[in-house]
Protein backbone atom coordinates (compact mmCIF):
# COMPACT_ATOMS: atom_id res chain seq x y z
CA UNK A 1 0.00 0.00 0.00
CA UNK A 2 1.82 3.18 -0.93
CA UNK A 3 1.54 6.24 1.55
CA UNK A 4 0.46 9.91 0.56
CA UNK A 5 3.34 11.77 -0.78
CA UNK A 6 4.59 15.34 -0.18
CA UNK A 7 2.87 17.77 -2.83
CA UNK A 8 6.58 19.35 -3.23
CA UNK A 9 7.91 16.18 -3.50
CA UNK A 10 5.85 15.13 -6.20
CA UNK A 11 6.12 18.20 -8.27
CA UNK A 12 10.30 18.01 -7.84
CA UNK A 13 10.08 14.25 -8.99
CA UNK A 14 7.65 15.66 -11.96
CA UNK A 15 10.58 18.08 -13.23
CA UNK A 16 13.02 15.70 -12.91
CA UNK A 17 11.11 12.92 -15.35
CA UNK A 18 11.28 16.00 -18.06
CA UNK A 19 15.04 16.86 -17.42
CA UNK A 20 16.18 13.56 -17.11
CA UNK A 21 20.11 12.44 -17.65
CA UNK A 22 21.19 11.26 -20.87
CA UNK A 23 22.11 7.38 -18.42
CA UNK A 24 18.50 8.01 -16.54
CA UNK A 25 17.14 7.91 -20.31
CA UNK A 26 18.70 5.04 -21.45
CA UNK A 27 18.45 3.14 -18.39
CA UNK A 28 14.54 3.87 -18.55
CA UNK A 29 14.72 2.63 -22.68
CA UNK A 30 15.42 -0.87 -21.22
CA UNK A 31 13.18 -1.06 -18.64
CA UNK A 32 9.98 0.48 -19.45
CA UNK A 33 7.13 -1.30 -21.09
CA UNK A 34 8.04 -4.63 -19.32
CA UNK A 35 10.89 -5.17 -21.55
CA UNK A 36 12.71 -6.67 -17.94
CA UNK A 37 11.18 -9.98 -17.89
CA UNK A 38 7.72 -7.94 -17.47
CA UNK A 39 8.92 -6.29 -14.76
CA UNK A 40 6.68 -3.24 -14.29
CA UNK A 41 8.68 -0.01 -13.56
CA UNK A 42 8.43 3.44 -12.80
CA UNK A 43 10.21 6.75 -13.15
CA UNK A 44 11.51 9.18 -10.90
CA UNK A 45 8.96 8.08 -8.23
CA UNK A 46 8.45 9.62 -4.60
CA UNK A 47 9.16 7.30 -1.95
CA UNK A 48 9.21 8.76 1.72
CA UNK A 49 11.49 11.71 1.26
CA UNK A 50 13.39 10.39 -1.19
CA UNK A 51 12.71 10.20 -4.74
CA UNK A 52 13.88 6.74 -6.61
CA UNK A 53 15.61 6.79 -10.43
CA UNK A 54 13.63 3.79 -11.31
CA UNK A 55 11.28 1.59 -9.25
CA UNK A 56 9.44 -2.13 -9.78
CA UNK A 57 6.86 -2.27 -6.70
CA UNK A 58 6.37 -5.31 -7.21
CA UNK A 59 9.41 -6.88 -6.41
CA UNK A 60 10.46 -3.71 -4.41
CA UNK A 61 13.49 -3.45 -6.09
CA UNK A 62 14.95 0.37 -6.97
CA UNK A 63 17.67 1.09 -10.14
CA UNK A 64 19.31 4.54 -8.76
CA UNK A 65 21.43 5.64 -12.22
CA UNK A 66 24.34 7.92 -9.95
CA UNK A 67 26.48 10.85 -11.52
CA UNK A 68 30.14 10.64 -10.21
CA UNK A 69 28.87 13.41 -7.83
CA UNK A 70 26.88 9.72 -6.43
CA UNK A 71 29.74 8.46 -5.35
CA UNK A 72 30.71 8.01 -1.49
CA UNK A 73 27.54 11.05 -0.70
CA UNK A 74 26.84 10.45 2.75
CA UNK A 75 23.21 11.68 1.16
CA UNK A 76 22.91 8.97 -0.70
CA UNK A 77 23.78 6.45 2.17
CA UNK A 78 21.25 7.92 4.76
CA UNK A 79 18.96 7.61 1.24
CA UNK A 80 19.62 3.99 0.64
CA UNK A 81 19.38 3.19 4.65
CA UNK A 82 15.79 4.70 4.66
CA UNK A 83 14.95 2.91 1.54
CA UNK A 84 15.79 -0.63 2.97
CA UNK A 85 13.92 -0.04 6.26
CA UNK A 86 10.95 0.06 3.75
CA UNK A 87 11.98 -3.05 1.95
CA UNK A 88 13.70 -1.79 -0.86
CA UNK A 89 16.63 -3.22 -2.15
CA UNK A 90 18.80 -0.65 -4.43
CA UNK A 91 21.22 -1.51 -7.41
CA UNK A 92 22.79 1.67 -8.46
CA UNK A 93 25.40 2.17 -11.57
CA UNK A 94 27.61 4.96 -11.82
CA UNK A 95 26.60 6.73 -14.68
CA UNK A 96 30.13 7.99 -15.79
CA UNK A 97 31.86 5.13 -15.73
CA UNK A 98 28.75 3.51 -18.03
CA UNK A 99 29.66 6.39 -20.38
CA UNK A 100 33.77 6.52 -20.47
CA UNK A 101 34.33 2.98 -20.40
CA UNK A 102 31.72 1.83 -21.75
CA UNK A 103 29.51 4.29 -24.45
CA UNK A 104 27.14 4.66 -22.60
CA UNK A 105 25.26 1.23 -22.86
CA UNK A 106 24.02 -0.61 -19.86
CA UNK A 107 23.84 -4.26 -19.58
CA UNK A 108 25.19 -7.19 -16.92
CA UNK A 109 28.11 -5.02 -15.37
CA UNK A 110 29.92 -6.38 -12.40
CA UNK A 111 30.37 -3.06 -10.85
CA UNK A 112 27.28 -1.78 -10.29
CA UNK A 113 26.77 -2.13 -6.75
CA UNK A 114 23.75 -3.54 -4.66
CA UNK A 115 22.95 -1.40 -1.93
CA UNK A 116 21.06 -3.60 0.50
CA UNK A 117 20.85 -1.52 4.27
CA UNK A 118 18.06 -3.20 5.50
Not at 46 to 65: N, T
Not at 99 to 118: I, Q, T, V, Y
Request: charged share 40%.
Amino acid sequence: MRQAVDDKLRVLARIMRKNATNAERRMWSKLRDGRLGGLKFRRQAPIGRAIADLVCYEHKLIVEVDGGQHSENRRDVVRDAELGRRGFRVLSFLEHRRDAKHGGGFGDDPRCSERDDG
